[in-house]
């Protein structure tokens, strides 16, 4: 009866739920110079939640709550799109913003790439062959630095909103941030121990598409 009682109140491994997504990850100094361009943006607007330092990153794919057999189809879906494409190359440019009326999310863009589109679609393919959540909506990779952003109240010109006036000052004069990366990581996004958000990495994938065809 007891051991009954006991699988009443624990559930099974397989049943446990992580938020997952798989992303680029940047270097600490690469971080660091993203945060001051995070801090710049910041002193720009009357509110908004800077993304912490450590956790600034590029998503590929965002997964969502996923049980233990799901992570195993999502990471088994990673690495065979990693084995496909070669290191991706990135050319971080001017500053952007998605508008929402809670407070829109400031990012940096890309203004160039070499492999990135060719890896995301291909983790998606592969996503979806293992019957796995994909958002359908077109991929705007972007580096999120600041979320619940609000411009300060002295309104926009030219047909601009406040926010996108605001990363337009911000991005005079910001030099193209170049970044290289041979891998894709799976990242768990958490609480740990009801402390700050945090994502940590649990699957690295090497991208070794290059190493196959040579």
Not at 183 to 209: C, D, K, N, Q, V
């Amino acid at each position: 009866m007891r051991g009954d009682r006991d699988e009443t109140r624990q559930p099974a491994a397989s049943q446990a739920r992580r938020r997952l997504f798989v992303a680029l990850r940047f270097s600490a100094s690469q971080q660091a110079a993203l945060a001051r361009t995070r801090d710049a943006v910041l002193g720009r607007l009357r509110a908004g939640h800077p993304t912490p330092s450590a956790n600034i990153h590029l998503t590929l794919a965002f997964l969502g709550m996923l049980d233990s057999a799901g992570e195993g189809r999502a990471s088994d879906a990673l690495r065979a799109a990693a084995d496909s494409c070669g290191p991706v190359t990135l050319w971080l440019g001017d500053l952007g913003a998605f508008e929402h009326r809670r407070g829109g999310v400031v990012w940096r863009g890309i203004a160039r790439e070499e492999g990135l589109l060719d890896l995301q679609r291909a983790l998606v393919r592969k996503l979806a062959r293992r019957d796995l959540p994909v958002d359908e909506k077109p991929f705007v990779p972007h580096v999120t630095l600041v979320r619940g952003a609000r411009a300060k109240p002295d309104g926009g010109v030219d047909g601009q909103s406040g926010l996108q006036r605001v990363c337009a000052e911000a991005s005079l004069g910001l030099p193209v941030l170049e970044t290289r990366h041979a891998g894709a990581s799976f990242m768990w996004s958490h609480h740990p121990e009801g402390g700050s958000l945090t994502y940590t990495p649990i699957l690295a994938a090497p991208l070794r598409g290059s190493e196959r065809r040579a």
